[in-house]
């Protein structure tokens, strides 16, 4: 299976963290997550950890904050940042789909942009595929705790929208089959200049969003990322 993020997500770890380490400029992915649950003294469990945009944001507040990726060069540059902060979170490697963790250990249970890349990587089973991750955090999750699916909503836009018809439909499964509730949450980028937003963004995002960057004027580039939330007790 060869896909333009796995190539990313397997060499291009550190460009990856450089580029998202500017995301959230106002800080609305914790206020949004505190509003959907309390994360102090909490066991939680982050599916997607990559380079480590949760853990950097909420491992100093759990009990204990465990991340989990199958991507080693994600978690090599995961390592570098912990190493950075002096942070004390656990990294291991694995699949979503299978989950080396035992029943109800966690009570917040976090997947971050992860998820819907099986929307691509399988076109026509992707509902059996996504459907192994959705059971497996139900497993892991506590009956009393939080799962949070975050995902986007489109860079590069003044108003939210899923980029694409498979995301749109995938949402729509989320939330229809799967009993989950979604919330819009601004996550802009703050870049230094317009050229700075193009150097950290193009390998990501393509030639496309480079030209709209410098068409708009973006130093500011918009994103809207949506948090779905569901207490698998209700």
Known sequence: MTDHFIHIYTHRAADYHR?????DVDGNLVKAIESATVIDGKHILDLGTGTGRFPLLLANRAAQFVGLDLHWDM???????RISVGGGWGLTQGDMRRLPFPSGWAEVVIAGWAIGH????????WRTQIGLVLREIHRVCNSNGTLLVFET??????TPAPPNRQLAE????LEGEWGFTRHTISTDYQFESIEDAVTRTEFFFGEDLSAKIRTQG????????GMWVKQPAK
């Open 19 to 23: 580029f998202i380490a500017v995301e």
């Open 153 to 158: 909503l489109t860079t590069g836009a003044t």
């Open 170 to 173: 995938y949402y729509a499964w």
């Open 75 to 81: 978690l090599q540059q995961n390592q570098v940042q």
């Open 218 to 225: 973006w130093a500011r580039l918009p994103e809207w990322t």
């Open 118 to 125: 099986l929307r691509g990587w399988f076109a026509d089973e």
